[in-house]
């Protein structure tokens, strides 16, 4: 079976910081940090810096606990079908391309801002990795980069998952600075709290932690 990964990057537009690392890797978050995460907060670290003022690079950190477990959150991240349903301004995600082993995916996805923004479209190859790390990379369209990882990780309390969100992106074209501004603090969360709705909503109650 495919991975029908959603995509990732540019789905939120998100800026910069010189903070920021590379979306190598899983986020390390400080003790502080994770302290907030466990309990309930959405945390997200990001700021804008540009090579050039008309192609910023934008990359932003971002994590949150979900009421599920990895599996779970992992069924909702590939299910490409559904994406649009939960993730802002995607209207469309195909997969390409399965690899023989089921672990690789060619994802293309087409993103509308309405008539502020251009349309959007990009493709983006997939690597799963144990079920807990979903890694991504550009290939072509309409960025010159996007890359990142998801990672998935059971959290203190045993059953619920404490997710990670890294990536950085560069678009070909001039993104103003109040639509950073406004994916930063609106829809970045909001895209995390409909990922954290949608995998709880399919979690049964028996199975979710206590208090959730």
């Keep these: 079976m495919g991975l029908r990964l959603l995509g990732f990057g540019f789905t939120v537009l998100v800026a910069l910081g010189s903070s920021v690392a590379a979306p190598a890797a899983a986020w ?15 945390v997200v ?3 804008r810096r540009a090579a050039r003022s008309d192609q910023p690079v934008a990359a932003t950190l971002a994590a949150l606990k979900v009421a599920a ?14 994406a649009p349903a939960w993730m802002p301004h995607l209207v469309e995600c ?8 089921g672990t690789s995916e060619l994802i293309a996805h087409r993103v509308h801002y309405g008539w ?19 890694t991504f990379e550009n290939v072509s369209g309409d960025l ?26 560069r678009p070909k074209f001039y993104v103003p600075q ?7 603090r609106a829809e970045l969360p909001g895209m995390l709290r409909a990922l954290r ?16």
């Design 69 to 82: 477990t990895p599996d779970a959150v992992f069924a909702v991240l590939t299910d490409c079908a559904a």
């Design 178 to 184: 109040w639509l950073y501004r406004r994916a930063v």
């Design 197 to 212: 709705q949608r995998a709880e909503s399919t979690t049964p109650e028996s199975q979710r932690p206590a208090g959730a």
């Design 28 to 42: 390390p978050m400080t003790p502080a940090q994770r302290a907030a995460v466990e309990r309930g907060e959405i």
């Design 144 to 169: 010159t980069q996007n890359d990142g990882i998801w990672a998935l990780e059971t959290a203190a309390d045993g059953t619920s998952t404490i997710v990670t969100y890294t990536v950085r992106t």
């Design 116 to 134: 502020f923004a251009p349309r959007i479209d990009y493709v983006f190859r997939v690597q799963l990795r144990d079920r807990r790390s979903i």
């Design 94 to 101: 195909r997969i390409l391309e399965t690899d023989a082993t």
């Design 45 to 47: 670290v990001a700021d």
